[in-house]
Nanobody, 122 residues
Framework: QVQLVESGGGLVQAGGSLRLSCAAS????????MGWYRQAPGKQRELVAT???????NYADSVKGRFTISRDGAKNTVHLQMDSLKPEDTAVYYC?????????WGLGRDYWGQGTQVTVSS
């Protein structure tokens, strides 16, 4: 059984920083990419940042230059350092493991964490 457990959310003032962490555990063979998505009230879930097993990163335009994603492949963990936070960054942040394989065969599938609330006050 695979689990993704997030931590690090909370309340912060505009201009402040938070660091989110996500640890994937269980019977894991490989993970293609790990990343963070967020969903604000009344809006669709959107990509924030991803990092592949090779270290390639991708960021939403809205967070470029402010957020940094990093990954520890050996530990199946991913972190999101969020600086210069804005009220519009307020959302529930979800950790994602893309194409996670629990065996040596097959394409794997996506897994999601339970979400962690980030609230940025103005």
């Amino acid at each position: 059984q695979v689990q993704l457990v997030e931590s690090g959310g909370g309340l912060v003032q505009a201009g402040g920083s938070l660091r989110l962490s996500c640890a994937a555990s269980g019977n894991i063979f490989t993970i293609n990419a790990m990343g963070w998505y967020r969903q604000a009230p009344g809006k669709q879930r959107e990509l924030v940042a991803t990092v592949t097993s090779g270290g390639n990163t991708n960021y939403a335009d809205s967070v470029k230059g402010r957020f940094t994603i990093s990954r520890d492949g050996a530990k199946n963990t991913v972190h999101l350092q969020m600086d210069s936070l804005k009220p519009e960054d307020t959302a529930v942040y979800y950790c994602n493991a893309n194409k996670l394989r629990t065996t040596t065969w097959g394409l794997g599938r996506d897994y999601w964490g339970q979400g962690t609330q980030v609230t940025v006050s103005s």
